[in-house]
């Protein structure tokens, strides 16, 4: 089934052609962006629905904000609780430990890390749409706090004179370990409550879709760099403790027993090793956040409303096809954000989840948020009943959890040889996002990563590969004349597919992508023929030449001597604006009786192949206009074919059409458009109709003059046209 | 010639299908990006061919760095020097005058204008390759200038304490206007060199493509965003004059004659208006630039030298094709870049060129970079001997020299509607840009309304046309079925086109137009199958059903009671991993005896029509291959057709193709997939080969379990597998 076993077919068989046109119908003329799938009902329509059965919409519309109201009537009381309640007490017993853990990447005292893994389990129990997914920390947003939060509080802040203190071994100077905690839980927690008002914000404004961005490389490269991040910072805690103890540790980082062997070790005495000292028991109470603070941590809000959304989805999202139900993303993005802002106000650090828990949730037999309520009461337990038990634990112990958890992360490195071998436009963006956002930090890095993405989609837009084609003979099909054996290209007639959509940035490549196929440079061709016919005008008036039925000849025992050379590159005598035009005939690509150097143009006809061009802008627009005119002058017609349904009416509204280029040039397929100059070629009359002018230039007795690019503002780059207005 | 009118040709001549393959030649394999024009010879070959004369060489790499040597030697003294004399004289005084005025937009003394339309003419004569610009100050990068000057270094900065001066008026606060405007020549100097060294490094680079990124409808918003910051800066300084000499004043913008009025009205006795006081005569000597301001103007120089060198190029692009020769575009920005950091050093300001003082030099006859010279050596003359001359000059007549430039500029604003008319998407470009650089300035808002226009393209990229094809009967074309009237859809084939790349952004989008085209979710399908699978087997076993040849009925006598119904949405007890498959025969379309709503499946062909994917990213290649693979399952094969050449190998390197996913579903056009398909459908056995496996399932003593998406992530979303990676 190679190229050429296509059955053959004569192609007088297939000569006739089509110029099919969309029905202007209502569809028809639909801009591009509303050709999408229907949106969901809009509020207005949503009420005008409900206005039927009041009762009725007030349900509805209670139901669409709290979706609580649509699962929790139906459970199944009998079958599901005991399953939830076994689920959500070992999901409740790894959210404890995983809570004390990641506090520690924030950089606040741990007992923090329990809060933080109770309270946005409370709202999201009514206004989430997952009925797997564990709520709360996770080690990459964790850190992207505690970064935060450490650049705003930095030990530095907090040096007392030591040497006045008490206790101390003459280090000099101490830190205010208390005043420093209490400033870092209130940025963390006023960080917390910005992002949750953003991701309010990104639900309410629906744009969801942002996560989009966030390609499959950039968090790959992103997820190295945060655990690279995140190992950096919790070595130094693990190290804390003495190496005898080192490997005894490491060995049990999954069991609350290490919380035992501390205990008895006594480590704290012994080795000076950190302990968690401080697990508060009971709540504090709610504090308002330090909306002065907003400002210096906005963009990093950004970044971790995104991430922590996006993580939490895409988990979500697993469970949600495994289980067949949806997940509302835009809802989604208003659960966390008030889950957010209302444990943000309890002193806690930004809520997602993440998939280990949120395994450990569903794998145990959890079906609905119940069990997530129920590992919220077990964290509950913790922290009013258990904190003195676990006030022994070593954080060295908890950095060892996060940093077991690195593994599959820095795994990713190997992904990377094999993702050069499959798209290097692909490595480059994971390369791009890890190294920025190692040196930049996690969140400008991401949003470097990011923007570096979108660029990538831009220049693979921009620089698009172009091709003459040619005809795949017996068939209908045209192929790249390099690419294929046997393609032949139809005399007198060129192909050129652009393969992407044309724009401001690449109309220069069109042009020179055009260049380089056909083989000369239309403007040039143009400027060089009217000189040279100024120069045979001036011939034929000195009568050193004689214009025939044959074309232009010197006239016998005049020898080319007298003639001008082509070394005047300043010959603009004669440009002034025309009085009126004569066309003389003249074969250009014969050999001239005057010395001028004129490319040779060996094709009457130019296909442009667009059916890879899904949009044009005005500059494309106005450009293509201005290519056709330049090819017509020097009698290349120029043809559309494949276009896509949307691109006529889009040119209509541009203003494209005019006597000149007119709708007859577009054809369904480039077969078509060949066809059809075939047979114009065939049945256009040969006759010379210009035989008459030249006998009337002869007579003539004023000098006559011809049009030359007097206008470079109307000819010639229309892209510059506005930069030339500004520079006036 | 409307759609139809195509010559008839039944189907069955047609009945062929080819799938041809690029020849694997070296073309073949190369890069999408490698197939562009030649690139221009590199360092080495140009070494190499040099070295076969090494006086030639020397000749050619100097030139290629001073273009000088490659004209200067050509120039013809007779016919050109008295023009280029004449055209410099004019220049020169148009480039006085506009040099004082262009002074004020940049907040600095005015006789520093005149340096600045002086010394960067003297390195262009060396470096240029356009013989006509006219290099020097431009109000638009004057005003961009000014703006970091007045930032950088306000008012407010000098104030001294008058009640101590003598001579005041007892408005108790003075300002040390000597130390302020010292102050301020040096952050412009600075300014300009270092954006003179900016472009040197973009020229090296060879990124004069840059310039691309301006596009048409963000240079329109740009220069209507300027002249409204001209004119606020400018207004003030006119209005400075008293009412009663204003209408004068206007009346004579143009005229160097107003100097003589100002001077013979001695304007500054009597009402006190602002007049040129310094006008340096002679020169200062050389000062380096202060390095320690660069950190606080690096936005700001990065938009002054992009805008500066795209104003100097399109406009040097205008005279160039007018008068055929070419303009180096890498070479133009070394020129400009040199030309800055050497005029940087004396104290100027950021030079281009002014297309109103290129037209005068260009009119008045000038053919060389010699009348350049001339009008640098008549600006040398006002220097060192006018400056008295000019003292008197009124500030508001300058000003009003600047304002009467900006008519044009304002003009623009009614381009808007017409633009909104042709193109949404640039007109909201324009009025961006123009918001943003009022609002945020100059320098900030041209990068701003950069960025968002590639987001344009990304945007536009991203949310492309789609829709399902069909025949327009008795040709080979395809068209969009909403679209045309008649277009005919095979049977039981979807044909789908998605008009845009495929990528990471839009990989959503293609799922979504797929399900709404096809009219259901193969995963939900497959997964409510094998629910009703399940149950079928229970039945049988239970002795309530039986499978026969003709499908699976209910046995006789047993009514539909026991049947299990749909509202089980947790019915995942059988979901374990499966031992071993075996496959019922159950036409799914027709009326099942258990009660699962299945949504029919009305396709056994899909074609997707790639003519417009003109690239795939990793996570499109892995999104398809799940597409292919979730369609198979439920008995849909997938095709492809009018691919890109340069797609397979694309594929075949990110591991696109094995066992099921083969290279015989990539077709050339969607009519030989489809005749492939009608072909399949007529020659394949309709005997049922899956009687007897039937039959085995009856007689099987042991509980047979069926595969189901066991593997979220090896089956579903591949584009969240990194995102969840990074949540475990």
Redo the contacts between chains.
Sequence with gaps: ???????E?PLA?LS????????Y?E??FQE??E???PLPPTLRERAQAACRCSRKRAFQIARSFLPILEWLPNYRVK??LISDVISGVSTGLVATLQGLAYALLVAVPVGYGLYSAFFPILTYFFLGTSRHISVGP?P?VSLMVGSVVLSMAPDDNFLIDGSNATGTNGTGTLIDTESRDAQRVLIASTLTFLVGILQVIFGVLQIG?IV??????L??G??TA?AFQVLVSQLKIVLNVSTKNYNGVLSIIYTIVATGISYAADLEKKYNAGIVKSIPRGFLPPEPPEVSLFSQMIAASFSIAIVAY??AV??G???A?????AIDGNQEFIAFGFSNIFSGAFSCFVA?????RTAVQESTGG?TQVAGIISAGIVLISIVALGKLLEPLQKSVLAAVVIA?LK??FM?VFDVPR?W???K??AMIWVFTCVASIILGLDLGLLAGLLF???T??L??Q?????GFGN?PG???Y??V????NVIEPEGVKILKF???I??????GLK??LK?TVGFDA??VY?KRLKALRKIQKLIKKGKLKATKNGIISEPGINNEAFETDED??D?EDLQVPTKEVEIQVDWNSELPVKVNIPKVPIHSLILDF??V??L???A?RSIKTIIREFERIDVRVYFA?Y???LIS?LE???FFDDIVRK?IFF??VH?AVLYIRNQMTYSDNQDPIFEKISLMQESKEPIEFTE?SH??DE?????????????
């Design positions: 089934m190679a190229a050429g076993e296509r059955a077919e068989e006739h052609y089509v110029v099919a046109r969309p029905i119908s569809a028809g591009e962006n050709r999408r799938p079958e599901w996770f990459v879709f989009r961005y966030l390609a499959d490389p968090v790959g992103f997820t945060a996006a993580i895409s988990v999202k697993v469970y096809t495994k289980y067949d139900y997602t989840t993440a998939l280990s079906k958890n599959g992360m990713q993702l071998r499959q798209n436009v692909d993405g979108l660029l989609v831009v693979r837009v620089f698009p590969s172009w091709g795949i068939t209908d099909i192929k790249k390099k690419d294929y054996k393969s992407s959509p724009f401001y940035a690449n109309i220069d020179s992508s380089s403007v040039k400027n590159p300043e603009n059916g890879a899904t949009f802008d005005i500059v627009v494949s896509q349904d949307n889009q509204r541009s203003a007859d369904l397929t078509d690019t470079p503002d010639l780059d229309v892209q510059e046209e506005a930069m030339r207005r500004l520079a006036s």
